[in-house]
C-alpha cells in the first residue's frame, strides 16, 4: 500500500473515478501499470474488477490514502494538509476561524500543533539556517554584494536626501529636473508634417526626429547606468566607497568613468581585485622591512613591532616637548595646548586653538548654544563652525548652495566655491574641505 497526500477536503477538487465518474473518496485505487494519466478507481468499482481498454483487473494496483501520521500520531496527513490550508485561508492567528474550517480539531489543538510543529521545530529552523548559510556563502563570492536601485528610498521633496539623488521620483522612475540634454525637444517645436513639402524638405524634418530619437536613447542610457550602479542615492554609495583605504578611493575615483563599460558587478570586482592587490603590496613591503631588518620569523616580528611601536611613541614625545616649549613663557598658551593634547589623548577632537609662534593669539572658538540651526548640525559640522566661527543658519545656507551647485555640475572647484560664497576665503577653503572630506560634495 502506498499512502499519499490527498487533494484537498473540497471533494470537487479530486479526480472522478474512472469507472463510475463519481469523485473519488479516500482511499481509492491507482493502477500500476496504467498511465499516464493515473487510472483511478473507487473501491466499489474496484471490487466489481472494472476493466476499460487496456486496463485489466489483474493489473498490480496501489492504495491511496492520506490516512497515516507525519508529524504528529493524533494528526494524519490529511489535516496536516488541511490545517496549513486554513491557516493560509483564515491568516496566522486566527485560530478560531481555523478550527471553524477544519472541522476535525479545536483551536487550542491547532495552536498547539502549528506552533510546535511549523514555527518551534528544530528540524525546520535548522533547515532555514542552513539555507541562509548558503545564500550567504553564494553573495560572499561575489566581490561587493551589490544592490541595484530599483527600490531607492522615496524623501520628502526639496529635503537634503531628495537633493541628493538629483531630485529622482522612485514612484516615476525619473528625475523631476536636470534631465541630460535638457532642451533635446526645442529642434521639434516647431516641426510640423505637411503634405505641401518638397521631398528635401520632408527628409530633412525625418533627419531632425532621427536625431531626437537618438538623444532620447542617450539620456535614457544614462539613466540606466545611473540607477544599475546605484548611483541614485548618492550617499549610501559614498559610504560604501569609504570603506576602502585612501589610495584605492582614489583609484575608485579615478575609474569611476569607466564603470558604465563594464557593468555594475564587474566594476565593483574589480575595484576590490586592486584594494586585494593595495593590501598584497602593504604586506609584502612590510615582509620586505623584515627582511632588511633581519628578521625571519613571525615571533621575532612581533618583538619588531612592539619595539618600533615604542621608539614612535619616544619620538612623539620628544616632539610634543619641543612644541610645548615654545609657549613655556606664556601660560595661557600652554594651557591650551596641554588641553588640546588632552583632548587627543582621550579621543576626541581638539577644539581649543594653539597660538601661534609669531606670538599672534587666534580667536577663541564660536559658543553655539541657543544659536538657531544648532539642532540640525552633527558633531562634525559644530566643531567646524565652532573653529571657523561660522553661525549655524550661515553654514547650512552654503553647505546647501555648494551641494546644489555640485550637483547641477557634477562636480565643484574651490574657485566656483569662493564665487557662490561671499566671505573670507580661508573660511570658504575649510567648509569647502569639510565638504569633500565628508563626502557632501566632489571635485570636479
Same mark, same amino acid.
Given at each position: 500500500?502506498?499512502?499519499?497526500?490527498?487533494?484537498?477536503?473540497?471533494? $470537487?477538487?479530486?479526480?472522478?473515478?474512472?469507472?463510475?465518474?463519481?469523485?473519488?473518496?479516500?482511499?481509492?485505487?491507482?493502477?500500476?501499470?496504467? %498511465?499516464?494519466?493515473? $487510472?483511478?478507481?473507487?473501491? #466499489?468499482?474496484?471490487?466489481?474488477?472494472?476493466?476499460?481498454?487496456?486496463?485489466?483487473?489483474?493489473?498490480?494496483?496501489?492504495?491511496?490514502?492520506?490516512?497515516?501520521?507525519?508529524?504528529?500520531?493524533?494528526?494524519?496527513?490529511?489535516?496536516?494538509?488541511?490545517?496549513?490550508?486554513?491557516?493560509?485561508?483564515?491568516?496566522?492567528?486566527?485560530?478560531?476561524?481555523? =478550527?471553524?474550517?477544519?472541522?476535525?480539531?479545536?483551536?487550542?489543538?491547532?495552536?498547539?500543533?502549528?506552533?510546535?510543529?511549523?514555527?518551534?521545530?528544530?528540524? $525546520?529552523?535548522?533547515?532555514?539556517?542552513?539555507?541562509?548559510?548558503?545564500?550567504?556563502?553564494?553573495?560572499?563570492?561575489?566581490?561587493?554584494?551589490?544592490?541595484?536601485?530599483?527600490?531607492?528610498?522615496?524623501?520628502?521633496?526639496?529635503?537634503?536626501?531628495?537633493?541628493?539623488?538629483?531630485?529622482?521620483?522612485?514612484?516615476?522612475?525619473?528625475?523631476?529636473?536636470?534631465?541630460?540634454?535638457?532642451?533635446?525637444?526645442?529642434?521639434?517645436?516647431?516641426?510640423?508634417?505637411?503634405?505641401?513639402?518638397?521631398?528635401?524638405?520632408?527628409?530633412?524634418?525625418?533627419?531632425?526626429?532621427?536625431?531626437?530619437?537618438?538623444?532620447?536613447?542617450?539620456?535614457?542610457?544614462?539613466?540606466?547606468?545611473?540607477?544599475?550602479?546605484?548611483?541614485?542615492?548618492?550617499?549610501?554609495?559614498?559610504?560604501?566607497?569609504?570603506?576602502?583605504?585612501?589610495?584605492?578611493?582614489?583609484?575608485?575615483?579615478?575609474?569611476?568613468?569607466?564603470?558604465?563599460?563594464?557593468?555594475?558587478?564587474?566594476?565593483?570586482?574589480?575595484?576590490?581585485?586592486?584594494?586585494?592587490? $593595495?593590501?598584497?603590496?602593504?604586506?609584502?613591503?612590510?615582509?620586505?622591512?623584515?627582511? =632588511?631588518?633581519?628578521?625571519?620569523?613571525?615571533?621575532? =616580528?612581533?618583538?619588531?613591532?612592539?619595539?618600533?611601536?615604542?621608539?614612535?611613541?619616544?619620538?612623539?614625545?620628544?616632539?610634543?616637548?619641543?612644541?610645548?616649549?615654545?609657549?613655556? #613663557?606664556?601660560?595661557?598658551?600652554?594651557?591650551?595646548?596641554? *588641553?588640546?593634547?588632552?583632548?587627543?589623548?582621550?579621543?576626541?577632537?581638539?577644539?581649543?586653538?594653539?597660538? *601661534?609662534?609669531?606670538?599672534?593669539?587666534?580667536?577663541?572658538?564660536?559658543?553655539?548654544?541657543?544659536?538657531?540651526?544648532?539642532?540640525?548640525?552633527?558633531?562634525?559640522?559644530?566643531?567646524?563652525?565652532?573653529?571657523?566661527?561660522?553661525?549655524?543658519?550661515?553654514?547650512?545656507?552654503?553647505?546647501?548652495?555648494?551641494?546644489?551647485?555640485?550637483?547641477?555640475?557634477?562636480?565643484?572647484?574651490?574657485?566656483?566655491?569662493?564665487?557662490?560664497?561671499?566671505?573670507?576665503?580661508?573660511?570658504?577653503?575649510?567648509?569647502?574641505?569639510?565638504?569633500?572630506?565628508? %563626502?557632501?560634495?566632489?571635485?570636479?
Amino acid at each position: 500500500m502506498e499512502r499519499l497526500a490527498s487533494f484537498s477536503n473540497d471533494p $470537487f477538487d479530486k479526480p472522478p473515478c474512472r469507472g463510475c465518474s463519481s469523485y473519488l473518496t479516500e482511499p481509492y485505487v491507482k493502477c500500476a501499470e496504467c %498511465g499516464p494519466p493515473p $487510472f483511478l478507481l473507487c473501491l #466499489q468499482c474496484f471490487t466489481r474488477g472494472f476493466e476499460y481498454k487496456k486496463h485489466q483487473s489483474d493489473h498490480t494496483y496501489e492504495i491511496m490514502t492520506s490516512d497515516f501520521p507525519v508529524l504528529d500520531p493524533n494528526w494524519t496527513a490529511q489535516e496536516e494538509m488541511a490545517l496549513l490550508e486554513a491557516v493560509m485561508d483564515c491568516g496566522f492567528g486566527n485560530w478560531q476561524d481555523v =478550527a471553524n474550517q477544519m472541522c476535525t480539531k479545536s483551536k487550542e489543538e491547532c495552536e498547539k500543533h502549528y506552533m510546535k510543529h511549523f514555527i518551534n521545530n528544530p528540524l $525546520f529552523a535548522s533547515t532555514l539556517l542552513n539555507l541562509k548559510q548558503v545564500e550567504e556563502a553564494q553573495q560572499n563570492e561575489t566581490a561587493i554584494p551589490f544592490h541595484p536601485a530599483d527600490d531607492p528610498p522615496r524623501p520628502t521633496f526639496d529635503s537634503l536626501l531628495s537633493r541628493d539623488m538629483a531630485g529622482y521620483m522612485p514612484a516615476r522612475a525619473d528625475f523631476v529636473e536636470q534631465e541630460f540634454d535638457n532642451y533635446a525637444e526645442w529642434d521639434l517645436r516647431d516641426i510640423d508634417f505637411v503634405e505641401d513639402d518638397s521631398d528635401i524638405l520632408h527628409a530633412l524634418k525625418i533627419a531632425v526626429v532621427d536625431i531626437y530619437h537618438s538623444r532620447l536613447k542617450e539620456r535614457q542610457r544614462r539613466k540606466k547606468i545611473i540607477r544599475d550602479h546605484g548611483l541614485i542615492n548618492l550617499r549610501k554609495f559614498q559610504i560604501l566607497e569609504r570603506r576602502y583605504p585612501k589610495e584605492v578611493q582614489d583609484l575608485y575615483e579615478t575609474m569611476r568613468r569607466f564603470a558604465r563599460i563594464l557593468g555594475p558587478v564587474e566594476h565593483d570586482k574589480f575595484i576590490e581585485s586592486h584594494a586585494l592587490e $593595495f593590501e598584497l603590496r602593504r604586506e609584502i613591503k612590510r615582509l620586505q622591512e623584515y627582511r =632588511a631588518a633581519g628578521i625571519t620569523n613571525f615571533c621575532s =616580528a612581533r618583538t619588531y613591532d612592539n619595539l618600533k611601536k615604542t621608539r614612535d611613541e619616544e619620538r612623539l614625545k620628544r616632539t610634543m616637548l619641543s612644541e610645548v616649549l615654545q609657549y613655556i #613663557q606664556d601660560s595661557s598658551a600652554c594651557q591650551q595646548w596641554l *588641553s588640546r593634547q588632552a583632548d587627543i589623548d582621550s579621543g576626541l577632537s581638539p577644539t581649543v586653538p594653539v597660538p *601661534s609662534s609669531s606670538g599672534r593669539r587666534s580667536a577663541p572658538p564660536l559658543n553655539l548654544t541657543g544659536l538657531p540651526g544648532t539642532e540640525k548640525l552633527n558633531e562634525k559640522e559644530k566643531e567646524l563652525c565652532q573653529m571657523v566661527r561660522l553661525v549655524p543658519g550661515a553654514y547650512l545656507e552654503y553647505k546647501a548652495a555648494l551641494v546644489n551647485e555640485c550637483n547641477k555640475q557634477g562636480g565643484l572647484r574651490l574657485a566656483q566655491a569662493r564665487a557662490l560664497i561671499k566671505i573670507d576665503v580661508n573660511k570658504t577653503r575649510k567648509i569647502y574641505d569639510f565638504l569633500i572630506r565628508e %563626502g557632501y560634495i566632489t571635485k570636479a
